[in-house]
């Protein structure tokens, strides 16, 4: 099992920056990927960034140059830097972790940009 817990979501106005956090109740060095995903209402949930064990990172072309994700692996947290953000960024963000066969969500962070 793997538990994990976002924070770091709130209001901001668009070209403003946020830094969202998840903490996992494993070390990193056991789970296959760690990854961000969001989801708008109405829409599906959709992979943000992510970054493998080995530090392979990669990115949605909607948020290429603008988000960052990296990882403290003796703090066992992985963060998104989020910058220059648009109000099509508004939507729960979702820390995800992949573990052999399984994956595991967090419960969310709100994330919503004003025009």
């Known amino acids: 099992q793997v538990q994990l817990v976002e924070s770091g979501g709130g209001l901001v106005q668009a070209g403003g920056s946020l830094r969202l956090s998840c903490a996992a109740s494993?070390?990193?060095?056991?789970?296959?990927?760690m990854a961000w995903y969001r989801q708008a209402p109405g829409k599906q949930r959709e992979l943000v960034a992510r970054?493998?064990?080995?530090?392979?990172?990669n990115y949605a072309d909607t948020v290429k140059g603008r988000f960052t994700i990296s990882r403290d692996m003796t703090k066992n947290t992985v963060d998104l830097q989020m910058n220059s953000l648009k109000p099509e960024d508004t939507a729960v963000y979702f820390c995800?972790?992949?573990?052999?066969?399984?994956?595991?969500w967090g419960q969310g962070t709100q994330v919503i940009v004003s025009s």
């Open positions: 995800n972790a992949q573990r052999m066969a399984s994956s595991y």
């Open positions: 494993r070390t990193l060095f056991s789970l296959n990927t």
């Open positions: 970054i493998t064990r080995d530090g392979d990172i």
